[in-house]
């Protein structure tokens, strides 16, 4: 069974301890004290090293991790793209011929109204009163004001109630 090397705090505890300890002796001569101590620094410089090597690799392993990341997300977008296209695609096909409803053992698909939204005619201005003012440069709309107010019946310049249509797949 192989001995397991010291890890790198082991043996520059070690170097340290034999430096103060060398240090303390003063009838040593110098070279024996830079020998020793030139020794001694071998193997920390060596642990060092395998930990620099080991973190390096470590660093390119995540590295290419997040590559990986970054294009499953990409194809992860084009496929929910395509989704989206093949959605409105069925989405238009049924309302062009009138189908609300169709029935497969798998799964039912059925149009169904959104909630209605207000429009609003970008070249009308919008009546100051359903303008909040926050910071500028712009008011913001109160579009659900708005909104409201058309449903009560109220005429606004440049803005209408829209409630299309949206696929809902169960």
């Known amino acids: 069974m192989n001995a ?13 301890s034999v430096m103060h300890e060398l240090e303390a002796r003063e ?9 020793t101590l030139e020794g001694l620094q071998y193997p920390v410089e060596e642990k060092a090293k395998n930990v620099g090597a ?16 970054t294009r499953m997300a990409d194809r992860r977008k084009k496929i929910e793209a395509h989704v989206a ?17 169709i029935k497969s053992p798998e799964f039912r698909l059925s149009l169904r109204k959104n909630p209605p939204r207000v429009e ?7 009546p100051a009163f359903y303008c909040r003012v926050p910071p500028p440069p712009e008011p913001v ?3 659900r004001a708005i909104l409201e107010d058309l449903k009560a ?11 299309d249509m949206r696929l809902h797949i169960d």
């Open 153 to 163: 019946g109220k005429e606004i310049p440049g803005a209408r109630i829209v409630q």
């Open 27 to 35: 009838d040593l001569p110098a070279e024996v004290v830079r020998d």
């Open 141 to 143: 709309v109160d579009k």
């Open 4 to 16: 397991r090397t010291p890890a790198l705090y082991q043996l520059a505890d070690e170097f340290l």
């Open 120 to 126: 609003l005619d970008p070249a009308i201005p919008v």
């Open 85 to 101: 296209t093949l959605k409105s695609y069925l989405r238009e096909n049924m309302e062009r011929c009138g189908i609300t409803e």
């Open 54 to 69: 080991y973190f390096l690799g470590l660093e390119a392993e995540a590295k290419a991790i997040k590559e990986a990341e």
